[in-house]
Nanobody, 128 residues
Framework: QVQLVESGGGLVQAGGSLRLSCAAS????????MGWFRQAPGKEREFVAA????????YYQDSVKGRFTISRDNAKNTVALQVNSLKPEDTAVYYC?????????????????????WGQGTQVTVSS
């Protein structure tokens, strides 16, 4: 298990940008795949982006490709999600998650069940 603390959410206008950060505590951060999920009011939690343990592979939900970028710095025990060209439909609580995923197929990174630790969530609100 790893403890995750998120920051960087806020209120922005459509077309704006934010950088969401997730700080992890623990001695084995590099052993975990990291993912970002989001949940809007009244909707199910959905996959946004993920990155493999070392950072060599990234995965994205189709709706955010070209706009969002996930990255990690294992030396600092952090993972970030740069969100650009934001749209009102991006409004949601964004969650950082960590899990042990020993596969390369995108499918495994999109499943909430694959993640054992979750952050508290950070609110992103995009006004039109």
């Amino acid at each position: 298990q790893v403890q995750l603390v998120e920051s960087g959410g806020g209120l922005v206008q459509a077309g704006g940008s934010l950088r969401l950060s997730c700080a992890a505590s623990g001695r084995t951060f590099s052993s975990y795949a990291m993912g970002w999920f989001r949940q809007a009011p009244g909707k199910e939690r959905e996959f946004v982006a993920a990155i493999s343990r070392i950072g060599g592979s990234t995965y994205y939900q189709d709706s955010v490709k070209g706009r969002f970028t996930i990255s990690r710095d294992n030396a600092k025990n952090t993972v970030a999600l740069q969100v650009n060209s934001l749209k009102p439909e991006d409004t949601a609580v964004y969650y950082c998650a960590a899990g042990v995923i020993n596969y390369s197929a995108k499918y495994y990174y999109t499943q909430t069940e694959r993640y054992n630790s979750w952050g508290q969530g950070t609110q992103v609100t995009v006004s039109s």
